[in-house]
């Protein structure tokens, strides 16, 4: 049984990261592995409650009291396999997940230090693969079904895994030039090296995943032949349209990008350099310039950290709302609901200045056609009827330099494609794909999972549609016994009601 006295022996404690001054020289994650005795210690703490209400915070059910223990005594092969048992891909979700499971942890009742299930996850999956104990799965006789998967994010390539595992012959289809969705070509390295995608793929593609990049479904493929050529298709295409604001004056202006301009031409350029391709600058650089990003989530976040990385001369980040408290409010968010607190990225220690409560005014025009400054102003943002409402104080506007802007202010929903019109299905309000319980869009055998399904959402929400998506398959093309399904089409967050 678990050590009844760990939480009171120990402490929270998470490695140190590396050296700002050497970190911000190379594109390498920004976190060491933990030592030995740091994980075990941590994985300690665990209380292995009578209701583990972690599970609860996490969409995919993680059994994170089991594991914790195993790895407490030194079992890390039975730990993994009880960490595969409900995630596919713990080495993305320990990088990427914001864990709510650990807003939800027991020990952060009142204030208290919550266990650091994230680190010891991706300690768990990173030992894993030192140890030689992830190797593809012998899958069963083949079923003679064939399901395509639009799309290589974390929720196709989640649903392709179960799928395969079931005897289903799978196809994943990525218009990009390689798989991994967001994951590839969204997320920073120093944040998620690729290595740990192209292991993965490797896995997949040795289970029987035939992965066809470059393919833009709807373009390149139509949907009729995609019908015609399988049992049943998922469509799990992300939510990647933008937000902007078109409104704003001189939004038109050379030098204001959407952020996934940015991030995606760094990640390509990085990906480059690492088959040894000669460097060229990427088409939106930061080098040298004064940056403005727009937005106070992970993606302005991620261009915070490759602004530094490539050299910005300034970086400002600019957040609509207020600054928020640095623990939980529990008349606002109560224990075990994820709580509004301001959080900090290693992005944020390695330079540049958040600034709160304001509000973009113009981008102004330094006479050629191209930015040269924000005029922004304080503002109080109240929410009436469902609406937001915005107030600017007086005498408040002010000017910040910048030639460099990010519009980081979120994503409307999966991009308008010509897919969509051929499978005869449309957005939401939302700007989503609607599914009934069992899945499936309106038409016939094509199912939707993951950000395309919920809009942008966390990597663990997707894994687990992902993962459920394919239990709903699996049951369409008459699948013997039942595949896992983590989560409802209806299921959300935990919140107060």
Not at 383 to 407: F, Q
């Amino acid at each position: 049984m678990p050590d009844p006295n760990g939480f009171l022996r120990y402490g929270r404690r998470l490695p140190a990261r590396r050296p700002v001054p050497v970190r911000i020289s190379d594109w390498r994650e920004v976190y060491p592995p933990a030592g030995e005795e740091l994980i075990r210690e941590q994985a300690t703490r665990c209380m292995d409650c009578g209701i583990p209400f972690c599970h609860d915070g996490c969409p995919l059910g993680n059994r994170i009291p089991d594991w914790n223990d195993l790895v407490r005594t030194g079992n890390w092969a039975a730990a993994i396999t009880s960490l595969h048992a409900t995630n596919n891909f713990p080495e993305f979700t320990g990088r990427l997940c914001p864990a709510p499971c650990e807003a939800a942890c027991v020990l952060g009742i009142g204030g208290g230090e919550p266990v650091t299930i994230k680190q010891v996850e991706v300690e768990i999956i990173d030992r894993a693969f030192d140890l030689d104990l992830v190797a593809p799965q012998a899958v069963p006789a083949p079923s003679g079904r064939h399901v395509a998967v639009v799309g290589s994010g974390p929720a196709g390539l989640a649903a392709a895994q179960q799928l395969v595992r079931a005897g289903h012959a799978v196809t994943v289809y990525e218009r990009d030039d390689a798989v991994g969705g967001l994951l590839r070509y969204g997320i920073p390295d120093f944040k998620l090296e690729k290595r740990h995608i192209d292991r993965r793929v490797e896995q997949l593609a040795a289970e029987g995943v035939r992965f066809r990049t470059g393919v833009n479904v709807g373009v390149d493929v139509t949907a009729e032949r995609l019908r015609a050529e399988h049992d049943a298709v998922l469509l799990a295409a992300g939510a990647l349209a933008g937000r902007d604001t078109p409104e704003t004056p001189g939004r038109q202006l050379r030098g204001v990008h959407q952020a996934m301009e940015h991030l995606v031409a760094a990640n390509r350029a990085v990906a480059a350099a690492e088959r040894g391709a000669t460097a060229e600058p990427p088409p939106i650089d930061a080098a040298g310039r004064h940056v403005v990003i727009i937005g106070g989530g992970d993606t302005a976040a991620d261009c915070l950290g490759v602004a530094h990385r490539q050299g910005a001369a300034s970086v400002h980040q600019l957040d609509l709302y207020p600054e928020p408290p640095s623990a939980r409010d529990e008349a606002r968010d109560p224990w075990p609901t994820w709580p509004w607190i301001l959080r900090s990225y290693p992005a944020h220690e390695e330079g540049g200045e958040r600034v709160f409560a304001v509000a973009v005014r113009e981008f102004v025009d330094d006479g050629t056609g191209a930015v040269r400054a924000v005029r922004v102003a304080e503002v109080t943002v109240e929410k009436r009827d469902g609406r937001r409402i915005l107030t600017v104080l007086p005498g408040s506007e002010r000017e910040l330099p910048a030639d460099l802007v990010l519009l980081a202010i979120g994503f409307e929903g999966t991009e308008e494609q010509p897919l969509l019109a051929q499978f005869g299905v449309a957005r939401n309000p939302r700007g989503a794909l609607d599914a009934g319980p069992d899945w499936q869009t309106s038409a016939e055998g094509v199912f939707v999972a993951g950000d395309m399904h919920r809009g942008a959402s966390l990597i663990v929400w997707a894994i687990a549609e992902g993962r459920a998506a394919a239990a709903a398959i699996h049951s369409y093309l008459g699948g013997s016994g039942r595949l896992p399904a983590p989560v409802s089409s209806s299921a959300q967050p935990l919140s107060v009601r």
